[in-house]
């Protein structure tokens, strides 16, 4: 047992500082660190320099540009990449839908969308959750009647991230109404710009608009892009859903926020001294530090184990992970706020160029509210922590 | 980076097991307790019979020469049977000064005793006045031509009415939190002089009160100098606190194991009771709290052997404070979540929560290392 890593790894990671922070550019970066909205050409600039360097889909098979990295490397990987402020490669590509392309649709399929995926040239949105489907997700509506080479789909999907950037959706239909509700869902790739979508904005509590609600009215999709087999759209999307799941602690994201909060209440003064000597403050930060430093080493000991478990096999006690994890984010926000103080009060409209006011306050005060109310959402998406309760309960517990 | 035992680690896990699963169950445990002293010498026998007594000290003084990794699995291996034997005073405690002792030939004459099972030991650093405070110390010892005389009053000794020899922390010179001026001493507690008072503590172990009214010591007695004795106390505190960390995992893992157990076979309302979602989001979250206390244990073990000593404490701390935190919240659930039966003293699971309220009050509890690990700045460099 020990905590040292070999040269071999402490050299990738050093890499992986290297290019995270001298690659990715600054100003994107800065975003990030601001809390401030990124637009689609930042989202496809990070992305695409990263895919460039071989560095945008590392966990995907080697033939489709797949590292083989171990995972620590993977875990170095994602821990500098947070910590660097950068933008993940947009992740309704990489982490969902094409490791479903790589593991189940036909060649014609991989051949075409793969590379495309890879390098953002599609950019793809997820069409999962439903007004009546989301954390009971199978109970989905969304129709798909198979007419003359055509499905045609009917329906409603929700919640859709970015679907204003988006190219393509893949969505979860029903093509069998008459089977258990597992069992009639099939998994669709579908182009955004088919005659009969529209999608319809929806603004999140902080005023922004990453959200959308997404109509299908007679939209005529080939069956050629239906992935895999009919009917058999449920194990794809547990498979998704499966995915990626240390990534989700997003440890470094609240390493970097630690560290802003430590630097800004280091400017922000209470009286006559920072706020940051204030004992009541720092003992609530070393609190979340404790905590976030446990969970770090809680994802180590699952990134360490995950040698010893099949491919594929996610261990379920990942959820630990998202549950501590978004607890940890959210815990990061809210003293954020607390370094504002009141500056928090002012609230401004954000555009695609930047804020439509002078600031009013300290700069850095702006997104404090802002990301606070936004990161409310972590707990919810990804499988909203109760339902992490349940996997977990009847996973390890046994109950 | 590893997370796995080596072959022989997992030899001693099995061993240090078997041994307690034969030997250390709930009702044995009961009957130790009734001897003498609050444990069993037939049970310390057995430990030094096993190696165990011998584990971290060198292999010239008779022991094994093993390090943190193997008394984090003895301690939590405890910790499930919640054992009542000195293994923390003498062991880890003594074991800690005595490989560092000044003298050599103080070192040849007790460690072989101390693994054969022939001698126990206490600490002797509190007083009415320091809380966890380790500096804080009014116990004088004045130097006496070749010798010292120790003068004062220690309280709260872990098995300090077993012990043959006492570890006691003296102020040489300076005021009275002077971290500077501060010696360590090994004094028989047999000697003229020294007067204990003995007595149970809420977790079914024993302490003691302990007056040093003008005790005469040899130069050999003194074990740190009043230059290096800060720093040996820190880090006799700080090797004590990883192993309290383990042996806490132990308690709480017992706690988490016996609630899910219990969810699982009491009916209420026609069915287990674990079949109800608030009640599983209850044993999820104690579930939690376990692998976050264990995975700072683990970082505490690992971290022990640090020579930078504000690296070193830093891990200790945050430790500490996730354990204290923890077995609080797993405690409080498990007695919660089993109902009227947890309230019971026939019943295990209230021994493990008092074992782990008072593990959290040893060497400081989680809000005293919060406020410690602030005060150094946190864990993550701005």
Redesign the interface.
């Known amino acids: 047992m020990d905590l040292t890593f070999t040269p071999e790894e402490l050299a990738f990671r050093e890499k992986a500082r290297q290019f995270f922070r001298t690659e990715i550019p600054q100003a994107i970066r800065d975003k990030v660190a601001e809390g401030r909205h990124l637009s689609r050409e930042d989202i496809v600039t990070a992305h695409r320099i990263m895919n460039a360097h071989g560095w945008a889909v590392p966990h995907w098979p080697r033939e489709w540009g797949g590292q083989d990295w171990s995972p620590v490397q993977i875990y170095f990987y994602q821990d500098e990449m947070q910590q660097a402020c950068v933008p993940p490669p947009l992740p309704f590509n990489v982490n969902m839908v094409g490791p479903v392309i790589a593991a189940f649709g036909n060649e014609a399929q991989k051949n075409y969308f793969l590379p495309k995926i890879a390098n953002i040239d599609i950019w793809f949105c997820q069409g999962f959750s439903e007004p009546g489907a989301g954390s009971d997700l199978a109970s989905l509506r969304t129709s798909a009647k198979r007419v003359n080479g055509y499905y045609v789909v009917n329906g409603q999907k929700t919640w859709t991230t970015l679907a204003q950037y988006a190219d393509w959706i893949f969505c979860l239909v029903r093509t069998d109404p008459s089977a258990k509700k597992q069992e009639g869902i099939s998994f669709l790739l579908i182009d955004m710009k088919t005659p009969g979508i529209t999608v319809r904005p929806i603004q999140t509590i902080d005023g922004g608009r990453e959200i959308n609600e997404v109509f299908f009215d007679e939209v005529k999709v080939p069956v050629e892009n239906l992935v895999g087999e009919e009917n058999k759209g449920w194990d794809y999307a547990k498979f998704l859903l499966s995915n990626e799941r240390t990534g989700i602690a997003r440890v470094g994201i609240s390493k970097e926020r630690i560290r802003r909060i430590k630097q800004l209440a280091a400017v922000e003064r209470v009286g006559d001294s920072p706020l940051i000597e204030d004992r009541r403050f720092r003992e609530k930060l070393a609190a979340v530090e404790i905590e976030l430093k446990a969970l770090e080493m809680t994802q180590l000991r699952i990134v360490a184990a995950e040698r010893n478990r099949p491919k594929g096999k996610p261990d379920p006690a990942s959820s630990i992970l998202k549950i501590k994890g978004s607890e940890i984010q959210q815990a990061t926000t809210e003293l954020l706020m607390d370094v504002v103080g009141p500056y928090v009060l002012p609230y401004r409209e954000e555009r695609e160029d930047g804020w439509n006011e002078p600031p009013i306050g300290p700069d850095y005060a702006a997104a404090a509210a802002p990301t606070y109310f936004n990161w409310r959402k972590i707990s919810i998406y990804g499988g909203s922590n109760e339902i992490q309760r349940n996997i977990l309960a009847k996973a390890i517990l046994g109950l | 980076?590893?997370?796995?035992?080596t072959e022989e680690?997992r030899l001693l896990k099995e061993t240090v097991d078997r041994f307690t699963a034969a030997e250390y169950d709930f009702e044995q445990r009961n009957q130790y307790a009734k001897e003498r002293g609050g444990w069993s010498p037939a049970v310390w026998r057995r430990f030094a019979e096993l190696g165990l007594l011998g584990l971290p000290f060198s292999e010239s003084h008779g022991g094994f020469g093993r390090g943190p990794?193997e008394l984090m699995i003895v301690m939590e291996a405890f910790g499930r049977a919640l054992v009542l034997e000195p293994y923390f005073s003498t062991i880890v405690l003594g074991g800690s000064a005595l490989r560092r002792a000044l003298s050599p030939d103080l070192q040849a004459a007790l460690i072989p005793q101390v693994v054969a099972g022939e001698m126990i030991l206490g600490f002797a650093w509190m007083e009415r006045q320091s809380r966890y405070n380790h500096a804080d110390v009014k116990t004088t010892a004045k130097k006496d031509g070749a010798g010292w005389r120790l003068s004062g009053e220690k309280t709260l000794v872990l098995h300090g009415d077993s012990a043959d020899k006492l570890i006691v922390t003296a102020r040489v010179s300076g005021a009275q939190r002077d971290r500077k001026g501060i010696g360590v001493f090994l004094v028989d507690a047999k000697a003229e002089g020294v007067e204990r008072r003995g007595y149970p503590t809420q977790d079914g172990l024993r302490a003691a009160e302990i007056a040093f009214n003008n005790v005469r010591l040899e130069d050999i007695d003194l074990i740190a100098a009043p230059e290096q004795g800060d720093a040996f106390v820190e880090r006799m505190i700080d090797e004590a606190m990883a192993a309290l960390c383990a042996e806490a995992v132990g308690v709480m893992s017992v706690m988490q194991e016996t609630t899910?157990e219990y969810?699982?076979t009491r009916q209420q309302f026609g069915r287990p009771i674990?079949?109800f979602?608030a009640l599983?989001?209850r044993?999820?979250?104690m579930?939690?709290a376990l692998?976050?206390?264990r995975?700072?244990a683990?970082?505490a073990?690992?971290?022990v052997e640090e020579e930078n000593a504000t690296e070193r404490r830093r891990a200790m701390c945050?430790a500490k404070?996730?354990i204290g935190r923890s077995g609080r919240k797993i405690g409080e659930e498990a007695i919660q979540l089993h109902g009227g039966i947890g309230m019971t003293m026939e019943y295990k699971v209230g021994h493990y929560f008092k074992r782990m309220t008072m593990l959290d009050r040893q060497f400081g509890d989680a809000e005293f290392h919060?406020?410690a690990?602030?005060?150094m700045g946190?864990?993550?460099?701005?």
């Open positions: 980076m590893d997370f796995e035992f680690q990794v899910v969810l699982k674990g079949q979602q599983q989001h044993a999820v979250d579930l939690i692998e976050q206390a995975s700072m683990m970082f073990t690992m971290m945050a404070a996730q919060i406020a690990l602030a005060d946190g864990l993550i460099s701005a």
